[in-house]
């Protein structure tokens, strides 16, 4: 067998173990009952799950850790997170977000 064959049955045998882990759960939730607290821990995942995404992306340029005002993509969180506040609408939030980053970006680009 060629180094292929073994790398192809590598990738197989992982994705198939991967959707048996994962379609395990989807099947069997119907039949666990969960605790309350677990529950309602579980509504702060998503929100939890997206910030670990979009803080480094904030905060992070060029590999340092960038608090400074010359960082536009902070003035651009901060605008959406209060917008996120007030409005509660997803969309609103990233509009806003992007649109205050490219003003920032393109008038900072002006001057």
């Known amino acids: 067998m060629s180094s292929d064959a073994y790398v192809w ?3 197989v045998c992982v994705g198939l173990l991967t959707f048996v882990l994962r379609w395990s759960f989807i099947a069997m939730i119907d039949s666990l009952e969960m605790p309350a607290a677990v529950q309602r821990a579980l509504r702060f995942v998503p ?3 997206l910030s670990a995404i979009i803080l480094p992306a904030v905060v992070v340029q060029d590999g340092a850790i960038a608090l400074s005002a010359s960082n536009l993509r902070l003035f651009a969180a901060a605008a959406a997170a209060v917008v996120a506040w007030r409005t509660r609408s997803i969309f609103y939030t990233i509009a806003i977000g992007m649109v205050v980053l490219w ?3 393109a008038l900072w680009g002006a001057a």
């Open 9 to 11: 049955t590598a990738v």
């Open 103 to 105: 003003t920032l970006e």
């Open 47 to 49: 929100a939890a799950v």
